[in-house]
């Protein structure tokens, strides 16, 4: 299994352009989240979902939107990129809800925002 | 937000030595704990989780330890190697559909 794979590994955006980070995995887990880390903090929730068609707000999802068509893929949409949010992406995803069981990450997308 | 903390926020080891990796969590709810291991350029990766029933477990080479009592968390690693020189944080649920992480510990083992 290839586990959670993300793509690009890196981006830099000009202030206003969008992009789209992907995320797919195969482990056929229904709980996938979209994370950013900035450096010296923790990793901050952006968005989850708990199945395909279900996708809920995180702890900081301003400026960002999802979808969850399948099962295997959480693609993470900036619209109109700016400074705060250069940052590393990191999706993630799970058997059972964060309470019960790991999280598995992928190995991140580096976004640069000038 | 949830406030997870460590003590400190880098540990350097000799190698073959045991290194003890602190952590302080705010939440007298939470339940489930979770440790990760992230090396320069990856995600993080699970290393082990406990429970808020337990006080101690035990996986390959690393024990986590739980006290419930002064809310501490923390992470042994035994015979530490030059492979476990990487950040490492700890996560605390305290319910919902959210994992609260801290900032992190740099491990470096020497060589």
């Known amino acids: 299994n290839a586990g959670v794979t993300q793509t690009p590994k890196f981006r830099i955006l000009k202030i206003g352009q969008s992009m789209t980070l992907q995320c797919t995995q195969d482990?056929?887990?229904?709980?996938m989240y979209w994370y950013r880390q900035d450096p010296g903090m923790g990793l901050k929730l952006i968005y989850y979902?708990?199945?395909?068609?279900?996708?809920d707000k995180g702890e900081v999802p301003n400026g960002y939107n999802v979808s969850r068509s399948t099962t295997e893929d959480f693609p993470l949409r900036l619209e109109l990129a700016a400074p705060s949010q250069t940052s590393v992406y990191f999706c993630?995803?799970?058997?059972?809800?964060?309470?019960?069981?790991?999280?598995?990450f992928g190995n991140g997308t580096r976004l640069t925002v000038t | 937000g949830e406030s997870v903390g460590l003590h400190l926020p880098t540990l350097s080891v000799q190698e073959g030595d045991n290194s003890i990796i602190n952590c302080a969590y705010s939440?007298?709810?939470?339940?489930?704990f979770i440790w990760y291991k992230q090396e320069s350029g990856k995600g993080p990766q699970f290393i082990i989780d406990i429970r808020s029933n337990m006080d101690k477990r035990q996986g390959q080479r690393v024990t986590v330890l739980l006290n419930k009592t002064v809310k501490h968390l923390s992470l042994q690693i035994a015979a530490t190697q030059p492979g476990d020189s990487a950040v490492y944080f700890c996560?605390?649920?305290?319910?919902?559909?959210?994992?609260?992480f801290g900032t992190g510990t740099r491990l470096t083992v020497i060589p």
């Open positions: 996560a605390e649920n305290p319910g919902a559909n959210n994992l609260f």
């Open positions: 993630a995803s799970s058997y059972s809800g964060q309470g019960s069981s790991p999280l598995h």
């Open positions: 482990m056929n887990h229904n709980y």
């Open positions: 939440n007298s709810a939470s339940d489930y």
């Open positions: 979902s708990v199945g395909a068609g279900i996708t």
